[in-house]
């Protein structure tokens, strides 16, 4: 019996947004809302997201000893994640400084501060997390190292879901481990080299046909509005189409972070990669209608009814 559907291993911040009626050009200075906080951070986000919709959580993280690390352990706690993989101290919690234009779209600037203190030894000392998870998930606000420390401690038959962002070149030891790679196409288009799908892919099919050829075992390409695309390896490797409820966009802020966090709460669950996309699709829905990151993260009875 698994203590958790899913360990999130990651990033945890302080979120300082600011809405904008346009972001300014270089050299440019323009008025905003007022400063709102919120916690944030790609890790504390997925594990957030993944405990309001029901899934037992757990995260590994490190925060600073200050206000903004008690905050996020305060959303945490009451969102029911155990806490007891968060680090505390070595640096000032990380901060993202986020501006949300009107359609809802975002720009984020990221101090990683504590974030980037977080250790393959951290991950050594949370032999226990990694021995009660189902499903592990990481992101790269945190070192490579340890993520690529995070793949070496799981548990047999653990699986690992990997959103690479901020995108960096990945070890081929952590490609092969992912199942899936979750990407947009930002993301894709790094990940091979800048121009998707190799020498002429223009649509998400061949980006993860592309990604598969890399080494994943699976893919997962969103595609906002879109829905998202899936794609295993082995022998029958067709992409799937998985679309998206339609909505009215207010911050995109969190939306990728609540996709990936539901995505790997129902593959914990044992549901096929595009039946678990289906639902992730509707959850980045649900998220997008709400300001902030954590504060927008629907309920699974709110999922529901969108």
Same mark, same amino acid.
């Given at each position: 019996?698994?203590?958790?559907?899913?360990?999130?291993?990651?990033?945890?911040? $302080?979120?300082?947004? &600011?809405?904008?009626?346009?972001?300014?050009?270089?050299?440019?200075?323009?008025?905003?809302?007022?400063?709102?906080? /919120?916690?944030?951070?790609?890790? +504390?986000?997925?594990?957030?997201?993944?405990?309001? %919709?029901?899934?037992?959580?757990?995260?590994?993280?490190?925060?600073?000893?200050?206000? /903004?690390?008690?905050?996020?352990?305060?959303?945490?706690?009451?969102?029911?994640?155990?806490?007891?993989? !968060?680090?505390?101290?070595? $640096?000032?919690?990380?901060?993202?400084? &986020?501006?949300?234009?009107?359609?809802?779209?975002?720009? &984020?600037?990221?101090?990683?501060?504590?974030? #980037?203190?977080?250790?393959?030894?951290?991950?050594?000392?949370? +032999?226990?997390?990694?021995? =009660? +998870?189902? !499903?592990?998930?990481?992101? %790269?606000?945190?070192?490579?190292?340890? !993520?690529?420390?995070?793949?070496? @401690?799981? +548990?047999?038959?653990?699986?690992?879901? *990997?959103?690479?962002?901020?995108?960096?070149? *990945?070890?081929?030891?952590?490609? @092969?481990?992912?199942?899936?790679?979750?990407?947009?196409? /930002?993301?894709?288009?790094?990940?091979?080299?800048? /121009?998707? =799908?190799?020498?002429?892919?223009?649509?998400?099919?061949?980006?993860?046909? $592309?990604? %598969?050829?890399?080494?994943?075992?699976?893919?997962?390409?969103?595609?906002?509005?879109? =829905?998202?695309?899936? @794609?295993? =390896?082995?022998?029958?490797?067709?992409?799937?189409?998985?679309?998206?409820?339609?909505?009215?966009?207010?911050?995109?802020?969190?939306?990728?972070? $609540?996709?990936? #966090?539901?995505?790997?709460?129902?593959?914990?669950?044992?549901?096929?990669? #595009?039946t678990a996309a289906a639902f992730a699709v509707r959850v980045g829905a649900a998220a997008v209608t709400k300001e902030? #990151?954590? !504060?927008?993260?629907?309920?699974?009875?709110?999922?529901?009814?969108?």
């Open positions: 019996m698994y203590d958790y559907d899913l360990l999130v291993v990651g990033s945890a911040n $302080a979120d300082l947004v &600011i809405g904008v009626e346009r972001r300014p050009a270089p050299g440019e200075t323009v008025l905003g809302s007022d400063l709102a906080v /919120h916690p944030g951070g790609k890790g +504390a986000n997925q594990a957030v997201a993944a405990a309001r %919709l029901g899934a037992r959580t757990a995260l590994l993280a490190r925060v600073g000893d200050d206000a /903004h690390g008690r905050l996020l352990l305060e959303s945490q706690r009451a969102a029911g994640v155990e806490t007891r993989g !968060v680090r505390v101290g070595g $640096a000032p919690t990380g901060v993202a400084l &986020i501006t949300v234009d009107p359609s809802g779209d975002n720009s &984020i600037v990221v101090s990683p501060g504590a974030n #980037a203190r977080l250790t393959p030894e951290d991950v050594r000392d949370a +032999a226990g997390l990694f021995a =009660g +998870a189902r !499903v592990v998930s990481a992101q %790269l606000e945190i070192p490579l190292e340890t !993520v690529a420390e995070v793949v070496r @401690a799981r +548990a047999a038959g653990t699986r690992f879901v *990997l959103n690479p962002s901020p995108p960096a070149p *990945l070890p081929a030891d952590v490609l @092969a481990a992912c199942d899936p790679l979750v990407v947009n196409e /930002h993301e894709a288009r790094f990940m091979l080299g800048g /121009h998707a =799908g190799g020498y002429d892919g223009k649509e998400p099919e061949d980006w993860a046909r $592309a990604l %598969l050829a890399l080494g994943a075992r699976s893919v997962v390409v969103t595609l906002g509005a879109d =829905g998202a695309l899936v @794609a295993a =390896g082995g022998t029958d490797t067709a992409a799937v189409r998985v679309p998206s409820p339609r909505v009215d966009a207010v911050d995109t802020t969190g939306a990728g972070d $609540a996709f990936t #966090a539901a995505l790997a709460w129902r593959l914990a669950r044992g549901e096929d990669l #595009a902030g #990151a954590q !504060v927008s993260f629907p309920t699974a009875e709110e999922v529901a009814a969108l």
